[in-house]
């Protein structure tokens, strides 16, 4: 993990079964979310979040969005908290999906978040409504981004020029994108790229702002 993470491991050794991320800014902010002590689940860091969200404060207001690869929830709940109108949640391990509907519940988001347990790739092939807003936060080594992209874009999941985050590994440089996307940011946090691009736009030939 990368500094600036908060994360905290509960009581005894023996019963640490969760760790939790903190909720930084909105309606929410300072609560604490818990997810399952599991090594597959990886939070964004503090420190990417809040850039994240300072690059969508004029856009995540009334979205409905979607975070595909919800894990602990972080981005999700952090879009709810700062006034998302609709959070799909997609999480394929049970531990962590009914985690992150307790935390819904705790927190009073489940009249606006709805966790999915399935699979991203079974998500994305059924027919579904287009999001203004996707997190797309995949695990790490597998590449891929290069998988779920293109099945973003063919499935017109996003609304024409809506956007998406993307994370990867800083040594592969911003991800490939499809035809008609544009790279708004692009930036890095120790071993973690993460990018801001838009939908359906037609391609001038740039690769946006790098700030």
Not at 32 to 48: E, I, K, N, Q, W
Not at 155 to 161: N, P, T, V
Not at 168 to 183: A, F, H, T, V, Y
């Amino acid at each position: 993990m990368i500094a600036h993470v908060t994360i905290l491991k509960s009581g005894a050794q023996a019963r640490s079964t969760q760790n939790s991320v903190r909720i930084i800014g909105g309606a929410w902010r300072g609560r604490r979310v818990a997810f399952p002590d599991m090594p597959s689940l990886r939070p964004t860091p503090d420190r990417v979040r809040e850039t994240l969200f300072n690059w969508l404060q004029h856009s995540i207001g009334g979205a409905r969005c979607l975070d595909l690869f919800a894990g602990s929830g972080a981005l999700g709940l952090e879009a709810l908290s700062r006034g998302a109108q609709e959070l799909i949640f997609v999480e394929q391990a049970p531990r962590a999906a009914h985690c992150l509907r307790e935390q819904l519940a705790r927190l009073g988001g489940a009249a606006r978040g709805r966790v999915i347990e399935v699979g991203a790739a079974r998500f994305l092939r059924a027919p579904g409504e287009p999001f203004d807003l996707v997190f797309l936060d995949p695990p790490f080594g597998q590449d891929a981004l290069a998988e779920y992209l293109p099945m973003l874009a063919g499935g017109r999941w996003l609304k024409e020029g809506g956007l998406v985050y993307l994370e990867n590994e800083r040594i592969q440089g911003p991800p490939s994108l499809p035809d008609g996307w544009e790279l708004l940011k692009s930036k890095s946090a120790g071993e973690v790229g993460y990018h801001l691009a838009r939908a359906g736009l037609k391609s001038d030939g740039t690769r946006g702002d790098r700030g």
